[in-house]
Structure formats: C-alpha cells, structure tokens
C-alpha cells in the first residue's frame, strides 16, 4: 500500500523550502523539515512540540549556529538532503507498520529524532527537549489515532509503548526515582512497611493512604518506588511500576456522556495487560465522581470489577475530610482497600525531613542552610501558622526563605550572562550576512566583536563560578521575615528600638488614654511577656475585662493598643455585643450550622481573625451578648483556638482579647447621688463592679480572664487634658488649610467645665468642641473671615469663648463668639 502525505504533512514540506531558501542553502535538510513542523499551525507535531517549549525562534537560532547562512539565494527547484530523504522512508514505513492511511506530521518527527546524530535532534536536544518523553508523545497521538490500542506485534515492530494510555495520562515514579527527580523520604518507614505488606496480600491489597493535607501522603507512593528501583522491596515488587494516574488529563476533553468511561476501561485493559503496574490515584476522591453524569457511571463504579477481581493494584491517597465526604458512603468501593492512616509527624522528625531535604534546596537556590535555620522553621511554622500541617509547612519556609536570601545577593551577573549570549547570536547572524553578500572587511570587524564578546561571556562565566563557591547562608532571622509576611505577625527577634520602645509602652499608652494607671500598666505587662517569649504558647497575648462606667476611656485604650503593638488602629476587630442578644447569636460568630443560610461562608468574628490574625479583638459591652457567646469564649481564652462551623480551627494566640462592660454603673450613679468622701471612692467602685461582675459571670468564665480592671471615674483635671488631646487634632487640620490656631488655657478650661457631665465621662467633650468651636470656625471659613495664612487665636471670658482672627498682613480684628 503506498501511503500518500496528509494535507499538514504537505503543508511542511512546501514550508521546509521556504525556510532552506531563506537561509540560502542549496539543500532542504532535517533542520528545515525541524523548524517546519514548528511553524505549521494544524499538525499534532508541531502542537507537541510548542508545548515542549519548542518556538520558531529558537529553532532558527539554532540553525544559524550550526549552519549559518549560505553564499548564495537557493534555487527554485531545491533537493532533499541524502538524511532527510532516509527520515521520510522511516516515516512512511511508520505509517504503514501502524496500519494508517496517510503519513502524518508525528510520522515525519518521529523518524527526524530516531537517531540523536541527526541534526534535527541535535536541535532540540539544545532547547532542553526530552528526546524519550518526546517519542513518547508522539507514540501516544498516533495510537490515539488509530482508536484503539497498537497491536503487539506492530508495537514490537515499530519500537512503539505497550501502554500509550498510561503514558499519556500517568507519570513513571520508577524513571522519576531512576533519574533522581524524586526528593528523599525521611520518617515515613512505618507507614511504607504497611504499605508493602498490603500491597503484598492475596486480596483486596490496594493501600488507601489517608490524612491531612501536606503530611506526606504523595511522598510515601514516591518512596515505594524508590525502593522498588532500589531492590529494597519483597522479591514479589522488584518488578512492579509505580504509575501515578492524572484524573485531571484524563476528563479534560471529555465533553460526551461515555468518553471519560471509556478512556479508563482502556487504561485499565492495558494495566491488566502489563501485570506489572501499581496504579497510584492521589486526591482519590475526584476519581470517585470523575465522569459522574445522567446515565453515566462514575469511575468508582467502573474500577470496582478490576478491583473485586484482584486485577490491578491500586494506591489511593486523600485527606480525612475528603474521605468521609465522599468516599465512606460508597461501602462497596471503600472495602476493597486497606486504610493507612498518616498523622502529622512530630516536631523531632519534621526536623529530621528538613535534614534530609537540606542539600536538594541548597544546591537549588546555590545558598547555605544553617541547622538554626532548620530549627527555626520546625518551630515557628509550628507556633505561627495553624492552618497548615507539617512538614509541608515547614519545607515551604525553608524553600520561601532561600528565595529570598537568593534574590537579595543577586548582583545581576546572570542578566549580564544572557545578554551577552544574545548579543554573541547577533553579532553572529550579522557576520554571516555579511559573508553571504561577500562584505569581507564587515565580517572580519565582526568576527573580532564575536571574538571580544565571548572572551567578555568567558570571564564573567568564571566569575560566576567564584561565586558559587560562596554560597549565602540562610539564617533563622530569614526563616522569621517570611513568616511574618505570611501570618502578618512581627517574629523577627527583638531589637534595641522596640525594646526601648516596651519599656515605655505605657507612656505610649498615655499619649491617647488619660489616667487608668492600673488598666495601663496591666495591658503593658501582658504585651511585654508576650514580646519577650515568656507568656504560655497557648493562649491569647492577654485577655482582659475593662469595667467601668462609660465616657472613662475603656475603649479608647484597645484602640491605644491596636495602634501602639499592631501598628495601626485599624488592626482592631470590633465586636458590637448588643448584636448577639438572642439564642442563635454564636451562629453569627463562629458560622450557621450545616443546612442553614449561610453555613459554607463561615463567621463574621472566625472569618476576621483568619484575615487578620495579628489584632486587637474588642467585645464591647460583653454583658449585652447571649449567655450562649461565653460558651464559645471559653476555648478561646483557654487554649487560643476557635473550632468554626466549617471545622476550621482559628488561631487566637496572637490576638489581645479585650471585653468592656458596664456592669455596675448603675448603681454608682445611685450611690454618686448620695455622695462618699473622695478617699473611699475609689475602693467603693471597685467593690460595687467587682461584685456585679461576679452576680453576673459564670466563674469559670471570669477564671480564664487575665486581668478583670476597673477603670476610675474622671476628674476634672483630667477632663481639662483629654480636651487639650481633641483640641490638638483640630489644631493640626487648620494648620493643613495654612491656618494657625491658638488655644489659651482659659478656653481649655471653660471647655472642660461646659463638657463636663458625671453620667456620661468624657464623651461630651467631643460634642462640646463641635458645637463651641467647630461650628464657629466653620462659619468663618465660609464667609471667608478666616483665609489661608491667617491666625485665630481662642480664649475665654465670663464663661463665654472669644475668637480673634489676626490676618496674615493686616492689624488685628476681633470677633466675639458665645458659648452656647
């Protein structure tokens, strides 16, 4: 039968021609042929080809370095070089060993890389083409083709795989652990026997590795075929292959009911066929509804024959969740394995894995891991990132880590490198030309630039070298950095600044919250142990009840706090407990329960402290909130995690719990009425609070409680300097307009008094300076009395404000103002 060329296959070849003239080469060659298959937009040669990487660029490049340019433009009748001429007999001879009608584009590029000699392979060998993987892909288009399975006895004719299905959808962990792809597995061997013992059953021997996500549950399949290649496995498993199946390649493209059933039926044939082949599955439970449409059987249901049989063996992997979600119910299907359960190592052996691992990521990123580097991931991943498991979590710091160190010792010397390369290519291309419209005195110039380039690329070459042997060290400050970009939490080891800066935090605190020494001191005590590594591991920062009548400072000293310890006070999570009064109010916090609104979007406060983990979390007036709400505090004061309706645990531990209430107030107003003389006062309140706390608290609430403070009623001296503290953002927003304002002392002292109100504490005075100040100059700003390089100074006569404007280059003119 002779077989003609397809339309694609022809297309090349014209295309072949074109690209010899165009290097004015008087025979089209492999190259040619090559740099064709690439070009052409419909062949499955070229589509394989271009996701290898391969681009018409790149091919032409290689071609000007191995060829160059001819002396003279190609004639219009051009012959086939003796190689290619031998390539297309290979090519047809393909084509009819496989029983096919036409020579195909895979046909022309299987026979362009029999032979790694053939300048064709030569090419792509230099663009970092795997020569085997890819007559692999092109062994699997052609029997995909064909529609079904290559005969034997074609197969061994044509050098063709026995398995194209498991090919194409299936990655060889025996060639991975061969080429030493495969990372060492340290701490797993428990798990391993067991796997090796199921897998040598007589029946239902199809391990089903279970556990969270990131313990190891892959790695344990990769070391099983490290040991299978390594000959350290029962006599029985020497000859096993470890596939790992791709389910996400094998659905995709599958768009009729049937298609997906269809292509595993074959892929299960073909490992039946091989008796050799151990399938592993990892996320198993996609597998389970894989193909799952109206009059379709899903995936579980088409292996459970091969499985009941004892035909083919079968690793799966999942997580616990997974497990139960989708897999449990399927009984049938679940009882052909045996369960392996991996649980997260300990703290111990995930440092032994990083040693393991240590020189795989050292000769990656060309730096130094330092054994406190390695401690310090173990323990800090541990502390500061609860929402992952090890060693996963402590490789990716180790990995991030010597990233970072890589790029910020990066002098640029690798860009320079490329670029030289690239001008080299250049200066080539151009001599060539030159040479071919035999401009000779140009192509010696150019010659000599390709001579200085190289010798350039040579010395920064051997520079690069030097510095390879000086290798970066990674240290546990870097571990540090990278799990503060994660969490957000500042872990790096404290320095002299902020320790002056501690040692003055109530200073700082201060500056905002007038009086409360006590409430002060106690919250800087707390923030002080947590800084310096001595507060319990387990539990929040601190966690405290400010008690108090209102207007006294209670929750303007959390915003102190979150601006002062978290660097902003938007880092605060503000509760409104008024919200949470009727039974079903923990919903709200923590997430509906399953089967109701809103179940899979989780809780307004779990939802925060995962985005912000590193915040004040203020419960304002607690005593207002469902009894119901303290059952849900409780872990959380106790151990510093939150268990979500989603089953997430949220991380408290670097959190500031703070509670306010009011509970006693009222009866201080009552007893105010009545009088007590100053030097009992401040023990009279504490006493009222701490017992109206005590009615109203569960103790074993208030024992899970760091510091319960009262905060003291304001005195008039005090009042006078929270007006001095509000009066000087005023200041700074006139000073913003090119206006100045003076205050007298006898202003902030009317002010103080007109603002001043027993019941309510200082959250008058804001009112106060709105209505007495604010309103005033507002109204000046409109008439234009006040401008721009103005002066308006306030003081205060017979209880009432009076306001000078001064203008910039005027005398003085004054305005009288009243208070009310």
Known sequence: MQNSYSNSSNQVLEIAKEQAQAFHHRLIGTEHVLLAIVIEADGKAGKILRTMGVTPTGVREEIERYTGYGSSAGASFMEMSPRLTLALENAKRNSEARGAKQIETTDILQALVSSEQILSAMILKNLDVDIDNLRDELDDANNLDDGEVSR??????????????????????????????????????KELDRVIQILSRRTKNNPLLVGEPGVGKTAVAEALASDIVAKKVPRDLQNKRVVSLDVNSMVAGTRYRGEFEERLDRLIKEVISSKNVILFVDEIHTLVKAGDAEGAMSASNT????????????????????????????????????????SEPSTEETLKILEGLKSKYEDYHRVTLSEEALQSAVNLSSRYIADRFQPDKAI??????????????????????????????????????????????????????????????SDLAKKLAGKESKRATV????????????????????KTSENKRLANLEGILHERVIGQDGAVKAVANAIRRSRSGLKDENRPIGSFLFLGPTGVGKTELAKAVAEAVFGSEENIIRVDMSEYMDKEASSKLIGSAPGYVGYEEGGQLSNKVREHPYSVVLFDEVEKANPEIFNVLLRVLDEGFLTDSLGRKIDFRNTIIIMTSNLGSRSLEE?????????????????????????????????????????????????????????????????????????????????????????MGARPLRRTIQDEVEDQLAQYLVNEDLQAGDTIKIGASRGKLKFDIIKKDEEKATVSGHNR
């Not at 890589?406 to 490198?417: C, H, R, S, V």
């Open 303 to 342: 292996l459970k024959p091969a499985l009941a049989r004892g035909d083919i063996q079968l690793i799966g992997a999942t997580t616990f969740e997974e497990y139960r979600k989708h897999m449990e119910k399927d009984s049938a299907f679940v009882r052909r394995f045996q369960l392996v359960r991996l």
């Open 475 to 494: 240290g546990p400050e870097d571990i540090a950095k990278v799990v503060s970009i994660w969490t957000g939490v500042p872990v790096t080891q404290l």
């Open 671 to 759: 007893d105010n009425q009545v009088g007590f003389a100053k030097t009992d006062q401040a023990k009279v309140i504490s006493d009222k609070v701490a017992k109206a706390t005590k009615d109203f608290f569960r103790p074993e609430f208030l024992n899970r409680i760091d510091e319960k403070i009262v905060f003291k009623p304001l005195t008039a001296k005090q009042l006078r300097t929270i007006v001095t503290l509000l009066t000087r953002k005023l200041v700074k927003r006139l000073a913003d307009k090119d206006i100045t304002l003076k205050i007298s002392p006898a202003a902030l002292d009317q002010l103080a008094k007109d603002g001043y109100n027993p019941e």
């Open 152 to 189: 034997p006895e074609s197969s061994q004719m044509s050098g063709q795989s026995q398995t194209p299905m498991l090919d194409r959808f299936g990655v060889d962990l025996n060639k991975r652990a061969k080429n030493g792809d495969i990372d060492p597995v340290i701490g797993r061997q």
């Open 396 to 457: 990716d710091l180790i990995d991030e880590a010597s990233a970072a160190v890589k790029l910020a010792n990066d002098t640029g010397d690798d860009k320079d490198l490329a670029k030289l390369d690239l001008e080299i290519s250049r200066t080539l291309k151009a001599k060539n030309d030159a040479a071919a419209e035999q401009n000779f005195v140009q192509a010696a110039n150019l010659r000599d630039k390709e001579i200085d380039l190289r010798q350039k690329r």
